[in-house]
């Protein structure tokens, strides 16, 4: 696939886009004009594919919405180094975009296939992600703690094992609630024991799914 001027112009007038939301993270917004979102795209068709006709139109939308990829990254307040773990690599765009900040990645998907061909993409952009295929529910035990945890796909609730492996001051990002529209949330860990929740708003995800499908 070929990354064009035209395609750079396009991501020129997202980035505005994303400016005129409210997303003023330099990093976040370098990150953007940097990948090549369309390279991507085809990857999220096929996830729409694998849904049942009630989440393909939410997955659509979640999937290509850069605002929510940009949103979600914000609320991660990432410092270069940090360890995050990502639940849902889907087309691997989300992870690239945390790679091209600086942080180190471990993502994780469970959909085999999506595993197989975000993984191609991923590594001839360059990036150097940790990817697994498996189930995100458990999160990824022998690399924790993280400094952050970034869930990408609606989450019936809030899983005990993720909130058991972030850091002291760690933040797990997740969207919360079944059915079509989930609040995103913002759990800190303040101490071993002690979680504050804040809340960010509405928005559309594919659910998180147990177990593994194939
Ligand atoms: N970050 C992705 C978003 C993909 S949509 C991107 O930038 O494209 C959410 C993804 O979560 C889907 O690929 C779906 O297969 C995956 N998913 C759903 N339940 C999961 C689970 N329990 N563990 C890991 N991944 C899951």
């Known amino acids: ?10 991501r020129r007038q997202l980035i505005n886009e994303l400016k005129e939301k409210g ?8 990150a953007f ?10 990857l999220a068709f096929l996830e729409q594919a694998y849904s049942n006709m009630a989440f393909q139109i939410g997955a659509g939308q979640t999937i290509s919405h ?4 940009a949103f979600q990254t914000s609320l991660l307040e990432i410092v270069k180094g940090h ?22 990645v471990f993502s994780i998907e469970r959909q085999k296939e999506l595993h197989v061909k975000s993984k ?27 400094d952050s945890i970034l869930v990408t796909c609606g989450a019936p609730f809030i899983p005990e094992d993720l909130k058991n492996q972030l850091k002291i ?25 002690t979680f504050e929740e804040e809340d960010f708003g509405d928005f559309k995800f594919v ?8």
């Open 120 to 146: 191609k993409i991923i590594k001839d952009l360059n990036f150097n992600p940790r990817l697994s295929y498996g189930d995100g529910y458990k999160g990824w035990p022998v690399f924790a703690p993280f």
């Open 1 to 10: 696939m070929q990354d064009t001027y035209k395609h750079k112009g396009l």
């Open 66 to 69: 850069p605002f929510t990829v």
């Open 169 to 193: 001051g760690g933040k797990l990002v997740i969207p919360l609630g079944e059915g079509s529209i989930q609040r995103m949330k913002r759990i800190i860990r303040l101490d071993e024991k």
């Open 23 to 30: 997303i003023n993270d330099q990093r976040i917004l370098d």
């Open 83 to 104: 360890k995050i773990l990502e639940i849902g690599t889907g087309s691997g765009f989300q992870t690239c975009v945390l790679c091209h900040m600086g942080a180190k």
């Open 33 to 42: 004009d940097a990948i090549p979102r369309h390279f991507f795209l085809d």
């Open 207 to 214: 659910p998180m799914l147990k177990d593994k499908a194939n």
